[in-house]
């Protein structure tokens, strides 16, 4: 079982090459955000990929984004400026941050080759305005794309790629509902992979994977092994996984802004668009479901806080701790780990704050984690 | 049974034997560029100083910065572990433990019988770390082990607002050609790097006895402002910059 889940893993890298490769004939989008309606991008015959950073940094986008500003923003600009995104058809982001609203116009002026699909996500989730703004929002989006394909999204196009998604993300909740089971960085590989390879491809090798009784044990993992659940934006960089591993930690849970919420919740309900006189426009759908997500720190919802769930998180998975892996300039992030970590210690749950780098020099994390993990050990 | 502990920090490694008695033997040298050899030649000097052979230590414990290249070991515990459990060894009643290396700087709360309750850590700067106290030393060409005599003869302190190494230095310079007594630019170092410290422990709960470990423990200049800054009697240990390794030879021990 080991062996096939790095075959798995290895396959799934490799079809994430290929999709990322400029001699790919599937055209290709690339998405910036935590919110981004990937189903209508593939109803639209795209394959939509998450760019995530990378330590690489050729200096491009210092020259528009000041040194403070997130990096997670400004690898992204310094790709597309040294060419390396030119193989995509286009790139999308949502309103969800400040940092990637300005983003917007940098973009257009300086990356104009690649064409930008920018739409409103509004701040406060709940309520009836969000709900006919971020409709609205996704009616002309639509628009938009259909303009870039020359192409016109049918609703039972959109309804197949709801329901190929939605299968995606039920494979990856049964990932994270066994993460234990799995290494730190195998845990990272397949919910990484689950963003940057085609779901088609993504279903058919994750699927027998998890149909499988019990991953058997990698050597790695003891009845002892620290349960850990991370808390912060994205997923690009294993260095947290890896030194977690290292102390000989488990990852069972995140509520990173790229992982275990990104797969939250069934757009169509089931496995089937609905029928007759009650169908719903697949739009609604969508627009539900981003509504419904766990809020990143820079969103609002009256009736989903995000301290609550983290509790609840920690309490399903019997975690014994939590790391905050926080992107250095990250405010939101920043804001919001005072009030998780206020919760958690009115809980009782014992926390860690650590601060990553575009190029993360594993040295002092290390320390930190591994002085948690020993903090763990003897609770 | 004898058991080791190896510490091998950012500027020195150090090691601590002991035996069911006590404290045994200890040992400490620069770490210079060559961490693995270090950790041998510290450790072999400790035993030396003991009468003991390696395959007489049943129980190795490599700590410190460079604890995965120390060589034979048969464990690996963070210095923060090492520091909370070195400490409440030389003082039973700690409950605050500053430890202020080359390289950084850590406030740790300890519980019962040494355990590690939380820890803070300087983020990766100079400031606030014994290598501050070092590049200010050689701007004003003192020698770093008078630093804080200097520091204690002044009657004024001169204003050092950056606790930035770089621009601290330049400040420093600023001081010099106005004409500020030197003595007087050192009290203003020191008060600058233990407001630094300060503000970090402060995030974790200080209570007393706190005891300050680590080579800057031995800078009588910065134990006396972080007094102040703290409002806590500060305890310095003889074996200041080995309670990482003592610690370790403690874990050893079970």
């Known amino acids: 079982m080991a062996r096939s889940l790095h075959s798995i893993i290895r396959k799934l890298q490799s079809a994430a090459c290929n999709v990322q490769s400029r001699g790919n004939p599937q055209p290709t989008i690339g998405f910036l955000t935590t919110y981004v309606p990937e189903e209508l991008f593939h109803a639209a015959g795209l394959t939509p990929i998450f760019v995530f950073h990378t330590p690489e940094d050729t ?45 917007t116009d940098i973009w257009r002026r300086n990356v104009g080759h690649i064409p930008l699909l920018h739409f409103g996500m509004p701040l406060r989730l709940d309520g009836h305005a969000a709900r006919a703004y971020l409709l609205a929002e996704l009616q002309s ?3 938009r794309i259909q303009a870039l394909m020359g192409n016109i999204i049918s609703d039972d196009a959109l ?33 990484r992979a689950a963003f940057q390879t085609p779901k088609e491809t993504y279903n058919k090798y994750v699927t027998p994977l998890l149909e499988q009784p019990a991953i058997p ?37 995140d509520l990173l802004d790229l992982g275990e919420r990104y797969f939250e919740g069934d757009a169509a309900g089931g496995s089937k668009q609905p029928s007759g006189p009650a169908a719903t426009d697949p739009l609604e759908v969508l627009r539900d479901r981003m509504l419904a997500l766990v809020p990143t720190p820079t969103k609002h919802h009256a009736l989903i806080n995000r301290a609550a769930r983290l509790l609840s998180l920690v309490k399903k998975r019997s975690a014994d701790g939590v790391i905050f892996a926080r992107q250095k300039f990250c405010e939101p992030h920043g804001f919001d780990c ?13 926390h860690l704050l650590v601060e990553l780098e575009q190029a993360s020099q594993a040295g002092q994390l290390r320390t930190r984690v591994e002085a948690f993990m020993e903090i763990l050990e003897t609770r | 049974m004898y058991t080791a502990g190896v510490d091998v920090g ?46 007489q230590v049943a129980y190795l414990v490599a700590t410190g910065y460079g604890r995965v290249q120390v060589a034979g070991s048969d464990r690996t515990v963070t210095e923060i572990t090492c520091h909370a459990r070195g400490a409440h060894y030389l003082c039973p009643n ?8 080359g390289q950084d700087s850590k406030g740790i709360a300890v ?36 630093f804080g005599q200097f520091a204690l003869a002044a009657s004024r302190r001169a204003k050092i607002s950056s606790t930035c190494t770089v621009f601290a230095e330049s400040e420093v310079i600023t001081h010099l050609t106005a004409g500020v007594p030197r003595k007087e630019i050192i009290a203003g170092i020191h008060k600058a790097i233990a407001a630094r410290v300060a503000t970090m422990v402060g995030r974790t709960t200080v209570r007393d006895e706190v005891v300050l470990t680590g080579g800057v423990a031995h800078n009588a200049g910065v134990a006396r402002m972080l007094e102040e800054k703290l409002g806590h009697t500060i305890i310095v240990p003889k074996q200041a910059q080995l309670v990482g390794a003592i610690g370790a030879a403690l874990i050893a021990r079970g």
């Open chain 2, 10 to 55: 950012a500027i020195t490694a150090k090691a601590a034997i002991l035996s069911d008695e006590g404290l045994l033997a200890t040992a400490l040298i620069l770490a210079g560029y060559d961490r693995a050899d270090a950790a041998l030649q510290v450790l072999n000097q400790a035993l030396a100083q003991a009468g003991l052979s390696r395959d």
């Open chain 1, 59 to 103: 200096g491009r986008a210092r020259a528009h984004l000041p040194n403070f500003t997130c990096w997670v923003a400004g690898s992204a600009l310094d790709q597309a400026l040294s060419g390396k995104l030119d193989g995509l058809a286009g790139v999308a982001l949502a309103q969800s941050r400040d940092t990637m609203q300005g983003m």
């Open chain 1, 141 to 143: 989006l639509r628009q």
């Open chain 1, 338 to 350: 005072a009030v998780l970590a206020d919760a958690l210690e009115r809980a009782g749950v014992p």
């Open chain 2, 94 to 101: 700690v409950h605050t433990v500053i430890d202020i290396g």
């Open chain 1, 217 to 253: 044990p990698d050597g790695t993992s003891t009845a002892t092994s620290a349960r850990i659940v991370l808390v912060g934006s994205e997923l690009a960089d294993p260095v947290v996984f890896e030194v977690i591993a290292q102390a000989g930690g488990r990852v069972v849970g």
């Open chain 1, 159 to 191: 309804w197949e790629s709801i329901v190929l998604y939605d299968n995606t993300r039920a494979l990856v909740r049964r990932v994270y509902a066994r993460a234990a089971d799995f290494a730190p960085l195998d845990l990272y590989a397949l919910v």
């Open chain 2, 111 to 146: 519980g019962t019988g040494g355990k590690v309750l939380d820890f803070v850590m300087n983020d990766k700067c100079a400031a606030g770390t014994g290598r501050f106290l070092e590049v200010m030393a050689a701007a004003l060409e003192v020698d770093l082990a008078n």
